[in-house]
């Protein structure tokens, strides 16, 4: 349907509470919506001349069709919107990853055991766990390997004794130097049994361990172990003191705050237990410009997974009340769901926004720099905006004058893995670099015109060849006409020493080597696609040459041999295969799985072998 058929069509809807679906041309669910009255909500995309944010653009440009379901009230529509978006997760809805796993902690079984961070149980060593938060596991263990002096280098205890000089944590006073050989496998077990019982939070009944131990080893005028187990107690006094990450107060409490910068968002979860923050959850989304928009989709995506707390913070209410009343019902207890404007929970607060900001910070100076560096790109080669998907295509021959294809995806800079496709050629025979060059991209071209779904079915910025003025003649002629021929094309040209020297394109050559970044990104695609081929050709040859074999068989010609490498993979498979998997070949008969059989099972004279 186009968009004015659609906009008719959301105005005859009603005026109720209800959920849309918007699908694109392949039947596909790209969005998932809520509305207090459908017919407003859903004619607002389809109007002429609309003002939509960049993300709800695109999206009204690949909608198709769209279906409702009217609910009884807006709560109802709220519930069940979650309930689709987490079934189908549509393309432009924000998604949450769930990063859920188990996460232990390893005391390790040697004579000087280790205590480490693992996300799964290795071996017979003692566990700690299971734990939900790798962020807990990871500060627990970082921290009772600060307060006791473990030791986080690879030295193997006691075969490392006095074989090196301490490393500069010893000399820091950051371990307690189990390497100079000064300290017995029994006090070092004896601090590890402290540090386990730390990390199980028995935090008085260690200083009172800890306390009396340090008074017998002076008793016994062991000065240095005393001195070793006074600072151990000072660390666990210091934690404790004067901190927001340890608060009596904080029982059962997220704190939720959320940063946006530009046309992304960042929300921060601190999750606060038992009086400890005990884990910390971030959420990037790109694209995102309305912070009051992600923060409403956010908190029904988080807590439609995770049991809400009894107390949830935030740095501002949702724009939706029904919200609210979700996360209340979510949980068999009362939950207090607040804005933070005073007091400790507030520094709590900024500590949640701050962690945001930096995390946005962190991911969107990424971002820009693969922007910015692509923007350069542009520019160089007069493109009319900087490419989110570039294609690049290498030819691959062998001797017998075999040809495949390889095609790459760059899209913002990084390789797209799932957009990568092969071809092998079907009219061009013998080497022919040109010929098949445009095999393939007329081939391409013809996945897309028909409406190919995947990455064949996106029309790429700029299109990227192995090869020089030849091969880029040759495709620019094959593309004339058809929905690729505004696609920009260039030649990535090697030196004498297969090193990407320029791109070509059809003014003429344009050097690269002096702009240190697009020459590297350039060579990195070209190194990849060349790669990609090679291995495909790699392949091919081989389930050819096998295929070869089975051409022996009565029967059996290349087309059949191929069939059957498809299925088995292997000659060693088919050989071990039974009749009644023989035939299950595409175009094997029964007379074909016979001959097979016979042929790898008996010899000239009728004799069976093994």
Known sequence: MTKAELYEKAKTLPMLPGVYIIRDKDDTIIYIGKAKKLRNRVSQYFKENADHLPKVQKMVENAFSFDVIVTNSEFEALTLECSQIKQYSPKYNILLKDDKGYNFIKISKEPFPRITAEFQVLD?????????????????????QQIFRLP???????????????????HIKKCMGVCTGRISQADYNEIIDS????????????????????EAAAENLEFEKAALIRDQITAIQKLSAGQNVVNDNLQSHDFIALTGGGKNCCVSVLRFRGGRLMDKKEHVFFGEENTDDVRDEFLV???????????????????????????????KTKVNVAMVHKGENLKIIKMAYTNAVERLARETGRLDKSLRFLDELANMLGLPHPPHTIE???????GDGTSVAGMIVFEDGKPK?????????KTIAGTDDYGSMQETLSRRVAEFEKGAPGQFGIKPDVIFLDGGKGQLSSVLEVLAGTAFEDVPVFGMVKDSKHRTRAMVGKDGEIAIAMHKGIFKFVTEIQDEVHRFSIE????????????????????IGPKKAENLMRKFKTVANIKAAEMGELIEAEGITYKDARNIYEYFHYDEEGNFIQ
């Open 536 to 555: 495909y050709q790699r392949r091919t040859r081989k389930s050819k040459s096998y295929a070869v074999t089975l051409t022996k068989v009565p029967g």
């Open 152 to 170: 986080t280098c690879n030295r193997v205890f006691p075969r490392d004794f006095g074989k090196e000089r301490p490393c500069l944590n010893y």
């Open 301 to 331: 995506q988080f807590y439609s997974t995770e049991t809400p707390p009894k107390n949830v913070m935030l740095d501002a209410m949702p724009l939706d009340e029904d919200i609210v009343e979700y996360i209340q019902k979510k949980s």
């Open 417 to 425: 893995k799932s957009g990568y496709r092969t071809f092998k050629m």
């Open 195 to 214: 540090a386990v019982k730390f990390i199980k939070q028995d935090t008085e009944k260690i200083i009172d361990v800890l306390q009396e131990n340090m």
């Open 124 to 144: 017979d060593s003692k566990y700690l766990g299971p734990y939900m938060s790798s962020f807990a596991v990871r500060e627990m263990v970082a921290t009772a």
């Open 392 to 398: 690049s295509y290498d030819i691959s021959n062998w």
